[in-house]
C-alpha cells in the first residue's frame, strides 16, 4: 500500500509540476525516439490531457474530503457505517459539492490549454486557425473567431457545471416549520395592545 502511495504522490507531483505542452513532446517525440513507439497524434493528446487532468482533479478531490468536518465521520461511524459506506454516503457527496467549483474551473483551464497540443501538430482549434491565417492572412478575423468558440465551450462548461451545483443544494425551504411558527407567533406589540 505504501509504495502504490508513494506512486500516486510522484504521478501527481510529476503532472501538476510539469507544463502540459513540455508532457505532449515528451509523450509524442520521446517515446516514438525512446522505446519507437509512434502514437498518433489524436491519442497521444488525449492521453496527455486525461493524465494531466487526473493529476488535478485527484487533488481537488482529497481538498474536498479534507473539507468535510470530522464530525461528519464521527457520526457515520457511531451509526454503524463501515469505511466504504462513509465514504460513498456521508463524506463523497458532501466532497464533490464542494469540489464542484474547483473542478468546473480545472475543466474551463483544459479546454483553454487545448492549444499547447500544436506542438505535436495535433489539429486543433488553434493548430487550425495558425493554419487558415496563414493562408489567408486574415489573422485578426481568424483569431477573433476562435476566441469566439473558446468563449462559447467555456460559458457552456461553466453554466452546465452551475446547473449541477444548484441541482446538489437541494431545496432553498429546509426551514418551513421555522417559518410557519414565525408566521404564527404574535408580535410584543399585538402582546402590549391586547395587555391595554
Not at 507544463?19 to 497524434?41: H, K
Not at 466532497?95 to 501538430?121: G, H, M, Q, W, Y
Not at 496563414?134 to 467555456?154: A, D, N, P, R
Amino acid at each position: 500500500m505504501a509504495i502504490i502511495n508513494w506512486l500516486l504522490s510522484v504521478y501527481i507531483e510529476v503532472f501538476r509540476g510539469t507544463p502540459m505542452i513540455v508532457q505532449a513532446a515528451v509523450l509524442y517525440y520521446g517515446a516514438a525516439q525512446a522505446f519507437g513507439v509512434n502514437m498518433d497524434r489524436t491519442v497521444a493528446a488525449l492521453v496527455i490531457v486525461s493524465i494531466n487532468t487526473g493529476a488535478y482533479i485527484s487533488e481537488i478531490i482529497r481538498g474536498g474530503i479534507i473539507s468535510v468536518d470530522e464530525g461528519q465521520f464521527e457520526a457515520a461511524h457511531a451509526l454503524g457505517f463501515t469505511h466504504w459506506q462513509t465514504m460513498t454516503k456521508v463524506i463523497l457527496p458532501q466532497a464533490i459539492r464542494n469540489s464542484l467549483p474547483a473542478v468546473t474551473n480545472e475543466f474551463i483551464v483544459n479546454i483553454k490549454d487545448t492549444s499547447v497540443l500544436s506542438i505535436i501538430s495535433v489539429s486543433e482549434l488553434f493548430f487550425t486557425a495558425e493554419t487558415i491565417s496563414g493562408q489567408s492572412f486574415q489573422f485578426f478575423h481568424t483569431y477573433l473567431i476562435v476566441c469566439g468558440i473558446y468563449l462559447i465551450m467555456t460559458f457552456t462548461i461553466s453554466r452546465l457545471f452551475r446547473l449541477i451545483e444548484k441541482h446538489l443544494d437541494g431545496p432553498k425551504n429546509y426551514n418551513v416549520m421555522n417559518n410557519q411558527m414565525q408566521v404564527e407567533t404574535p408580535s410584543i406589540k399585538d402582546t402590549e395592545g391586547d395587555a391595554e
